[in-house]
């Protein structure tokens, strides 16, 4: 069940610009900028930049089953997944579409499962009526849980400014490491979603305002919202479920196929859909990056514009999922997109709706528009 930020009240107070997640119906609020976004931006890339994340529920699978048991429902490889190792998965229905998009992490005692915070119930009682006699439990623990991030080249030493540790705090991508902070065990995973070094940080809901007020008085840190990281994760190439992909698409059309889906692994729920479409080779779709194209105005598309192949065509061939003007490319549009696979091939120019007007982009040979491993060559990988 998702629930309201333990720093709803602190924002609200604040004058934070707070927006709904989902439905608004749903009364999940997720603060979207404090200030400046180009402030929150620039910590992303400079500093540490603190974020909330309500809008990520948690999981919690118990018993000695839990991983097996797992491992026969999600598309992921958990067999010898050793402890505090991250792993990303789909959980599937029988046609083979994305029910919900999971982080997992196993402690060695239970196994942490993070996905967006509107699904994790839905997931929780679905995975649930697959157990029989095996020793595993899921719980929805979004309300008792909760999770922060860091990100920035500066994350690893803001987080050890308040730990209760002189021990050095720096896990590598994919790992986790638990740490104490103000008294309060915090459960860390390292996931790069934005290009830079971030930190995950689950905590009981109960001390998040506490750690929370502690990392925002931390120096070099700044509070970020959403409308920042947003712009941070798209430049990477960083698609996300619900927003990029939904509900209505297969593994194959997401973008991040291999990084989700193990194909040496047993049979799971919606296997046979998603080998027979690996095994034909393309599906109907898929996710690409978008550059504008050179020589065009930079018109912005935005979300749910439709892509066409031909400039006076009218018939869309896919649709705009995340657009902004990459700062590290010189405020240049970008955008990624769900575009049929006959128009996916790098290099390809393609004609989207941006700003009442036709403008031509480019697709790109990978997700990623900008890393900093690529910043010595201008932002082009």
């Known amino acids: 069940m998702a629930t309201r930020s333990p720093m709803l009240d602190r924002y609200q107070s604040q004058g934070a610009l707070l927006q709904p997640w989902g439905a608004p119906e749903r009364g999940l609020l997720v603060p979207m900028a404090f200030e400046a976004v180009e402030l929150e931006y620039a910590a992303i890339r400079k500093g540490a930049a603190l974020m909330d994340l309500p809008n990520s529920g948690t999981i919690v699978a118990t018993g000695a089953d839990r991983l097996a048991f797992l491992n026969n429902l999600i598309t992921q490889e958990l067999k010898g997944l050793e402890p505090m190792r991250c792993v990303r998965g789909f959980w599937l229905n029988r046609k083979g579409r994305i029910e919900a998009d999971l982080r997992l ?4 005692e239970k196994t942490m499962i993070a996905t967006d915070a509107l699904v994790a119930g839905p997931t929780a009682e679905a995975l649930s009526k697959f157990v029989f006699s095996e020793d595993v439990t899921l719980e929805d623990a979004s309300e008792r849980l909760h999770r922060l991030a860091l ?25 986790a490491m638990t740490v104490m902070v103000r008294g309060v065990q915090v459960h860390v995973e390292r996931e790069d979603s934005t290009g830079e070094v971030g930190l995950l940080l689950t905590m009981p809901a109960d001390q998040a305002g506490a750690i929370y007020e502690a990392l925002a008085a931390t120096q070099g840190v700044r509070a970020c919202g959403w409308m920042a990281c947003n712009i941070a994760r798209i430049e990477n190439g960083w698609p996300l479920f619900q927003i990029d992909f939904t509900s209505e698409n297969l593994p ?3 973008g991040v196929l291999h990084d989700r889906v193990s194909f040496t692994k047993g049979c799971y729920l919606g296997q046979e859909v998603v080998a027979r479409m690996h095994s034909l080779g393309q599906p109907k779709q898929k996710t690409v990056a978008m550059r504008l194209a050179s020589g065009q105005e930079p018109h912005l598309p935005s979300e749910r514009a439709n892509v066409y192949a031909e400039p006076a065509s009218d018939k869309s061939i896919g649709t705009v999922t995340s657009s902004t003007l990459a700062p590290m490319l010189g405020a240049t549009p970008i955008a990624l997109a769900q575009v049929r ?3 996916c091939e790098p290099g390809t120019v393609l004609h989207v709706e941006a700003e009442g007007r036709r403008t031509a982009f480019q697709v790109q040979p990978q997700l990623a528009f900008w890393t900093p491993e690529s910043a010595a060559t201008g932002g082009r990988q």
């Open 151 to 175: 990100h920035g080249p500066l994350a690893a030493r803001a987080l050890m400014a308040v730990a209760d540790t002189d021990e050095h705090i720096h896990p590598d991508p994919n790992t």
């Open 341 to 343: 696979t006959a128009h």
């Open 105 to 108: 992490c196993d402690t060695g």
């Open 252 to 254: 194959a059309e997401t």
